[in-house]
């Protein structure tokens, strides 16, 4: 790597992280539109800082906090960016540390901050000569998340928290749903191993689900056999638990509401019998278009509808749905292992309006259910607001509603923690992503 791309990647990284933090920019967002400058194999490095400064933000923040004379004026946040993702690189790295504070000075010179070097050599050798533990024992520097979301974990979950939070700060597998219709997951697993020349034992294990394969440790997609032949999908094992409740035991008529992008739409095509029809419903036409490239990898051909599903009217034919899965939108806290960024965008405000958005479309799409039907009520979240307290208030609304336990092998139920309305998988529970799962079952 030389020493000009060395630099590069430090600018880049410190303008990432200070979009996502300050202004507010989706991590996702911010690396794709700095990315286009980093040669692919510094990449991986690339996005280990920009994650892993995210990730443990307010633990770095604070370990610069106590070689400051006065705090770094807000219109050079950059700077203090800049700092944290080197001690990042320090703390969590294998890069040497001269080489560090070296490409830190730098690129701060290439960020247009020439007249900050001085004081960044400084906070890092003088990082380098104490004992590296932090001083300042709040919460937000303990667990590395805004203490607004600590608190409602704690109230949530109070035999459960700290290890939320722990395992929110853990990178997450690679977990992949093997498509039934061309292999096994033990096959597909071989597929792996063989081509990467690598043993079964580097590559990961079956999951408790019929086709879910775990990599503990992550591969390029392109390093996937016939990946882009629709033999796997990248998919959390807690994500495939949705479509296995829906269809156990049941066909017909089946929605899949806020279907972007597409990954149940596409692991319903695999399992369900000819006689099934399949309709898929987006409010947002670029996620719908996510949803037509996954099916199309995946040799599947189907319209989209892009309509509000709130607006029942101007997409429903009328004709009852025996299987609803509802995906809701959700504050995504189930996630945050794989997208840190959440911690920093949302709000505690966030909570309430979805709790709001989720109870509006479970009413709308009741009406769409036929007797005896079901629907899953499913978030990538772990806050009761988003999940139990809806299903209760959508309950205290409707009196032809059932209880229905989810239709799980016992090997999954048995790790799942039992809700008052559902299940809750917590993160880093079996390996997975944090999911809530209710079973509502429509009434004569």
Request: some cysteine; charged content about 30%; overall charge positive.
């Amino acid at each position: 790597m030389e020493n000009k791309d060395s630099v590069l990647i430090r600018a880049k990284t410190s303008d990432v992280v200070y979009s996502v933090i300050y202004k507010k920019v989706s991590l996702d967002r911010a690396i794709h539109d700095a990315i286009k400058k980093i040669h692919g194999n510094d990449v991986p490095l690339f996005k280990n800082i920009c994650y892993g400064t995210i990730r443990f933000h307010w633990e770095l923040k604070s370990k610069i906090k106590r070689f400051l004379k006065t705090p770094i004026r807000k219109r050079d946040k950059i700077v203090q960016i800049l700092i944290e993702t080197a001690i990042f690189q320090i703390d969590r790295t294998r890069i040497p540390n001269h080489a560090v504070v070296s490409l830190t000075v730098e690129a701060a010179k290439k960020l247009k901050k020439k007249n900050h070097t001085a004081f960044i050599n400084g906070i890092l050798r003088a990082y380098l000569r104490s004992n590296k533990k932090i001083n300042d024992v709040e919460e937000e520097n303990e667990f590395n998340h805004p203490l607004w979301m600590i608190q409602k974990i704690k109230k949530d979950w109070p035999d459960h928290w700290k290890i939320i939070l722990e395992s929110n700060n853990k990178k997450a597998p690679m977990w992949l749903r093997v498509n039934p219709n061309k292999i096994t997951a033990n096959k597909y697993i071989n597929m792996i191993a063989d081509e990467n020349n690598l043993s079964k034992g580097d590559i990961g294990y079956i999951g408790d689900c019929k086709y879910s394969v775990c990599l503990k440790n992550p591969i390029k997609i392109d390093s996937l056999p016939k990946f882009y032949e629709g033999y796997a999908s990248i998919q959390d094992g807690a994500a495939q638990l949705a479509v296995e409740c829906l269809l156990y035991g049941k066909d017909g008529r089946i929605l899949d509401a806020c279907a972007a992008p597409g990954g149940k739409t596409g692991q319903i095509l695999e399992n369900i019998i000819e006689s099934s029809q399949l309709t898929a419903i987006e409010s947002d036409p670029l996620r719908a278009k996510l949803i037509d490239q996954n099916l199309e990898r995946l040799g599947y051909k189907k319209d989209i509808l892009v309509n509000d599903v709130n607006e029942i009217e101007s997409w429903w034919d009328s004709e009852f749905f025996d299987l609803i899965l509802l995906d809701a939108p959700c504050s995504s806290s189930g996630v945050i292992r794989r997208h840190p960024d959440i911690k920093h965008l949302r709000k505690v405000s966030d909570i309430t309006a979805f709790h709001k958005k989720q109870l509006k479309i479970l009413n709308s799409l009741w009406s769409t259910l036929s007797k005896n039907g079901r629907m899953i009520y499913v978030t990538c979240s772990f806050f009761r607001e988003e999940n139990d307290d809806v299903i209760n208030q959508f309950k205290k609304k409707h009196d032809n509603v059932a209880h229905g336990d989810l239709l799980l092998n016992n090997n999954i139920k048995n790790q799942m923690i039992k809700t008052d309305y559902g299940y809750q998988v917590l993160p880093g529970m079996m390996n997975m992503d944090g999911f809530y799962f209710a079973c509502l079952e429509k009434m004569n």
